[in-house]
T-cell receptor, first 113, second 111 residues
Framework: DVKVTQSSRYLVKRTGEKVFLECVQD?????MFWYRQDPGLGLRLIYF???????EKGDIPEGYSVSREKKERFSLILESASTNQTSMYLC????????????FGSGTQLSVL | QKEVEQDPGPLSVPEGAIVSLNCTYS??????FMWYRQYSRKGPELLMY????GNKEDGRFTAQVDKSSKYISLFIRDSQPSDSATYLC???????????FGPGTSLSVIP
């Protein structure tokens, strides 16, 4: 069974902290994505990666960075967390080619106080 | 104007009802259309996808695309309490483009 695993279900951090959100997929997918989900705004793409060591900015990359050292692992980094980064963060992966079938993790609910 | 619009609901229906969920969009270049279902405290999962205009049926679910009106629909027949979830429409121009999501409609099916 395909699986995308996010390391934490809930996280509470302080303003200014550096935050790491980890995501691992076991499907040998080339593509990996980070979204944030906010009420009324839907899913917004933060960063994506089509290959190891490769990363591309999505629609809202400001305040975030990513790392993809291995094919199965894609990390989202908040360099200095702020309260407006309180959100649900969703990692997804897909096969090379069709982007329409995204496999999502269960999400990390991040609260920045 | 948002690229993809969706009535957020919440929508509450009795068990057995026919449910109609809808999205409108502004970019006529969209070719691939998807519906994702998201249960509470879970990530979205792909429910249906269609290419260009027309209908697609899968069990109790039917996806409909009307590109001339820039309007897509998801119909659920004989709705069940297990269909209670948030339904997200999504679309993309090509299979290599990023996917644009609607904000989702929350559905409750009451036994």
């Amino acid at each position: 069974d395909v699986k995308v695993t996010q390391s934490s279900r809930y996280l509470v951090k302080r303003t200014g902290e550096k935050v790491f959100l980890e995501c691992v997929q076991d499907m040998d997918h080339e593509n990996m994505f980070w979204y944030r989900q906010d009420p009324g705004l839907g899913l917004r793409l933060i960063y994506f990666s089509y290959d190891v060591k490769m990363k591309e900015k999505g629609d809202i990359p400001e305040g975030y960075s990513v790392s993809r050292e291995k094919k199965e692992r894609f990390s989202l980094i908040l360099e200095s967390a702020s309260t407006n980064q309180t959100s649900m963060y969703l990692c997804a992966s897909s096969l090379v080619g069709p982007n329409e079938k995204l496999f999502f993790g269960s999400g990390t609910q991040l609260s920045v106080l | 104007q948002k690229e993809v619009e969706q009535d957020p609901g919440p929508l509450s229906v009795p068990e057995g009802a026919i449910v109609s969920l809808n999205c409108t969009y502004s970019n006529s270049a969209f070719q691939y259309f998807m519906w994702y279902r998201q249960y509470s405290r879970k990530g979205p999962e792909l429910l249906m996808y269609t290419y260009s205009s027309g209908n697609k049926e899968d069990g109790r679910f039917t996806a409909q695309v009307d590109k001339s009106s820039k309007y897509i629909s998801l119909f659920i027949r004989d709705s069940q309490p297990s269909d209670s979830a948030t339904y997200l429409c999504a679309m993309t121009k090509t299979s290599y483009d990023k996917v644009i999501f609607g904000p989702g409609t929350s559905l409750s099916v009451i036994p």
